[in-house]
């Protein structure tokens, strides 16, 4: 097989940081292409362990990358944030979808939420729950998109309230004809 292209960002991992992943990017309004992605820490590496959203940054057209630190920091109540899409906001706010995962007595949740910000990442508004109802609910990243109509779309999966997240879900789609505001 022939090898194409150069590897210009590598995100190596450790016994602090045992795995990264589920990531997307965005150009910036300055013209610098922003990667956020999943950042696990701790010592333990599956999709329910302490994850934050971490960012990288580049300013020459993805040739190199500096570390842009925690773009978003998991709350108390929350397992880990992560499957991060990134859209511009029809007002050009910067838009995030994410997932958060918390418990919720002896069920862990995994519901989509969009944060915005006005500043390019630098502060974020309160997050907008995007499905009303609780459940396990899967959005593999960088899935949001915006249609001819303005209306923003994002497929999920629902894999139930009863925690077994491991069988199949039923897929649908959750829309916003309001920029993200109401879904």
């Known amino acids: ?4 292209g150069k590897e210009v960002l590598f ?10 992943g589920e ?13 956020a992605y999943t950042q696990y820490y701790g010592d333990d590496w599956q999709d329910d362990a302490t994850a934050r959203v971490a960012a990288y940054y580049s300013d ?3 040739e190199s990358w500096y570390d842009g630190g925690i773009l978003m920091e998991k709350g108390e109540q929350d397992r880990n944030l992560m499957s991060i899409s990134l859209i511009r906001m029809a007002n050009g706010d910067l838009g995030i979808l994410y997932l958060r995962k918390f418990m919720q007595g002896d069920a862990l949740l995994c519901v989509p939420y969009l944060l915005r910000s006005a500043d390019e990442g630098k502060t ?7 499905i009303s109802k609780d459940g396990y609910f ?12 303005g209306r923003l779309i994002f497929p ?13 879900g039923k897929i649908f789609t959750c829309y916003s004809d309001d920029d993200g505001f109401t879904w």
């Open 23 to 35: 990531g997307g990017m965005l150009r910036l309004r300055d013209g610098r292409i922003l990667y």
């Open 138 to 149: 899967c959005v593999n990243n960088d899935r949001i998109l915006r249609l001819s109509n």
């Open 1 to 4: 097989m022939r090898n194409i």
């Open 60 to 62: 020459d057209e993805g």
């Open 124 to 130: 974020f508004g309160a997050p907008i729950r995007c």
């Open 156 to 168: 999920a999966a629902d894999h139930g309230t009863d925690g077994n997240h491991a069988r199949a």
């Open 11 to 20: 995100l190596p991992t450790n016994e602090q940081n045992p795995r990264n």
